[in-house]
């Protein structure tokens, strides 16, 4: 997809869609993605709820298994709807690196 093929897209938000676009591309800039840490040596250096042991990869395939918000915020209670939130946010943004860590752990 090029910028201009995008371009009608983003024009067709709405203005809160537009807002969460906006915040989406400059959080992908600055690479610092609040709520999410990856530190080498935990999880396997995989992005991860911030100070958990529980990496995005793991909360997205509940997700597709049929597990709700609610579902997992009562089986991990030590996060908050927030962290999913940023969770979700992470995911849409990086596809290819949690691909990649479902398909690496369903091998494992």
């Given at each position: 997809?090029t910028?201009?093929?995008?371009?009608?897209?983003?024009?067709?938000?709405?203005?809160?869609?537009?807002?969460?676009?906006?915040?989406?591309?400059?959080?992908?800039?600055?690479?610092n993605?609040?709520?999410?840490?990856?530190?080498?040596?935990?999880?396997?250096?995989?992005?991860?709820?911030?100070?958990?042991?529980?990496?995005?990869?793991?909360?997205?395939?509940?997700?597709?298994?049929?597990?709700?918000?609610?579902?997992?915020?009562?089986?991990?209670?030590?996060?908050?709807?927030?962290?999913?939130?940023?969770?979700?946010?992470?995911?849409?943004?990086?596809?290819?690196?949690?691909?990649?860590?479902?398909?690496?752990?369903?091998?494992?």
């Amino acid at each position: 997809m090029t910028l201009k093929d995008l371009e009608q897209y983003l024009l067709a938000l709405s203005p809160s869609e537009k807002v969460q676009a906006i915040g989406l591309l400059a959080q992908s800039l600055s690479s610092n993605w609040q709520g999410i840490e990856k530190t080498p040596g935990i999880c396997g250096g995989e992005a991860r709820i911030a100070k958990t042991r529980i990496p995005i990869w793991v909360l997205v395939e509940a997700r597709r298994l049929g597990y709700t918000d609610a579902d997992l915020l009562k089986s991990y209670p030590t996060i908050t709807a927030t962290d999913l939130a940023n969770a979700w946010t992470y995911a849409e943004a990086h596809p290819d690196e949690i691909e990649l860590a479902i398909e690496r752990n369903e091998v494992a």
